[in-house]
Structures are given as structure tokens and as C-alpha cells.
């Protein structure tokens, strides 16, 4: 077998994994394979180009080693040290882009979540389980609802929690999430039922397996990543998009994402750079140097639009009073278009508080962009403080602060 014969089956290899991940994913007999053949490919064309000798494919094996070292190793040095530099600012971005190439999410994670036909997805009830990622290792745990709260919160709670990510506790354990700080300043009983990716559409569906007849405050927390599920099922319920054959497939997806295989980091460094050159080549010559990336802007009251008629829903079930804030692209503050379609129109008893001014970049993770256990505690004190500050529940331990949520 000629060198050119091995390096042609070492390509093989290498480019099944980086551009037919799909098939790999939906055949489960061959899906434990995906893992193998980008080292293997990688390690045939070392040593096609090496000539068969030892000495040199040494040689390349340590350079890519070395590559592949720098390359993981800076991801560990912001995850572990909550900064960047030394690091360019543009590397930095950079790996910020990939993460979703190497990131876990609760979601598809099979030990923690399982298919829900009217649902698409929910936390497995009843179950202890590890979350993790580069930034974080923390404790899920579950009650009978399959949301991450203890059994006794589904009885008699005083504030019912809804929202997505940032609101269940994307890398912060049970307690310091914003509603566990309610819990240990106001002493009442917080249930808590935000699960990822959930758009109000699905906050709404899912509170209405939940006993209200105890509640006297409800908090939604909204993201911008809300409005296209909200608008789908403004009129009509849609249908989910996904059944379980497709959420078995997103599972093996997200096994790939937080799975670990050798010269992953290289990898990825590839795929980046294929990809790149592809829509460089089918770009007009005018957008050849894109726009810094701002904030995603809704036209008017899109956002408000598609999520006000869920308060009236909620409103048919829960009549006391709302609070709404919104965390999601950082310092962009939707809850200033709902003041401001409010005003048009104006609703009973819904308040919302601006918390994006208790943030700075030191309240989220370096890479990922959820806020850390510094901003869930900012934000669970604000809260509270503003809680008591309206009076809503019927009894207090702690004194009121003087602090008011920026609005």
C-alpha cells in the first residue's frame, strides 16, 4: 500500500466525523465509532507523510500534541481562572464561538432529561445527577414534576418560579440560585420550574400542572430566545417539531458535544476554519468584512407582542401579582419594551424590574454566557428587597433594605 493509497483513507476518516456527524447520529450501532476515527485518520496521515518512520511520525505526534495542548489548555485556563488575559480578545471570542461545539446542556443530557410528547423534553422526576461543564460541576436534583426543586416545594409554595436556563440554575447549585436566595430571605416556600430552552409558551404549559391555590406572587423570567416559540404558538399550539426518534438523535448530538476524544481540540480548530473558508467563498465581496455583532433588535413590540397574551393566560388560573424580568444577551434589557408597550396597554398587578444594571461581566461565566452564583445573588436580593418593599406576602423575617431594582 502506497503512501498516497494511506493518506487518502487517513482523509476518509478524518472528514467522515467532521462532515457526516449526522449520519453517525442516527445510526446507534455505528454511533460509538464517531469517537475514533479523527484520531485515527489524523495518526494514518501522520504517518503516510512521515514516510513509515517512527522517528518522524514522533515528531508530528508531538507537534500536535503541543497544538492540541494550547488549544484545550487555554479553554481550562479561562474556565478555571474566570479571566482571559493574557489571551488576545479575539481568541477569546473565538472560543467563546466553538463552546457550543463542547458544551453539555440539561436538556439532552440523558442521565438528566427524558422526551415529553407535549413537552419536547423535561427533567427525569425524582433523580441526583451531575451537571458539567469546563466552567462548573454542580448537583441536579429533581422532584415528581421533573423540575429541579425538591418534593416539598410542590406543596403550598408562596412564589412559583417560571422561566429557562437562567432562571433553573445553568452552573450554580440548588440554593444559589436566585430562588433559593428568595427562599432564605423572604423564609416562604419557592417553587422553582424553569427548564432549559423553555419559552414562556412552554413555562405556561407546564404551570398548569402546578397548584396554585397557595401562590402569591409568580416570577416569569424572559429571554430574548423566547419570542420565536412564543410567536409560533401565539394563535394555535403547534405541534413540537421533535418526537422521540429526533430527540434520541439530539442525545447522541449532545453526547458528542461534552464527550472528550483525542485531537478533539484540533478538530474543532478544523471545522472552524472549513466552514469559514466555505462562506468566505459564496460571500459578495461587500460583506466580506461583517458588522460587530450587536444585539439581536425586535422590530416595534415583537417581543411584547408574543408574550403578553401568556399573562392573560395565566391570568385564567393566577390572579395576584406578576413580576417579570429578562436576562439573556448581556445588557440589553427587554423589559424596557414592556414598560413601554404597558403603557400602551396598560395590565393589573404585572410589575417589571431592569436587572440588567446589577450586572457586570464579573456576574456570568467567563465562556458560557449565563450568570454565575455572584448574579443569582444580586438578583435574589433585589427581588426580595422589592418584594417586601410591595408587601405581597403575608409575613416577613428580615427587615426591609433600601435597595430598589433599577427599572
Known sequence: MTNTIRFLIGLLLLCLPLFRQDFFVAHATIFPLYFFLFPIGLIIILWSISGRRFFRLGVWLGVFIFIEVALVGSVVYMAHYQRYTPLTDSYYYWVRGQYGYFKNTTNFDSNLSRYDSSLTYRFRPGITGRFTNPEFDVEIKTNSLGVRDDEASLQQPSIVVLG????MGWGVEHQERFSGVLENRLHVKVLNTAIT????HRETKLLDQVDLDSCQLLIIQYCENDLEENKANLIEAQNIGMDNVAFKAAEKQNTINKTYFPFKGIFLALRWLITTGIKSAFQPASQASPSPVVAPQATNFDHAEAFFPYLSRVRERYEGPIIVFDLGVYNYPIVKEFQAYQALHPTDNIHF????????QREYFTIDDHINARGHAKIGKTLADFIQK???LKSYEVPISDVVPGR
Open 164 to 167: 429557562d436556563s437562567h432562571a
Open 197 to 200: 430552552s423553555y419559552g414562556t
Open 353 to 360: 424590574v431592569n436587572v440588567h444594571p446589577l450586572l457586570t
Open 390 to 392: 410591595m408587601g405581597w
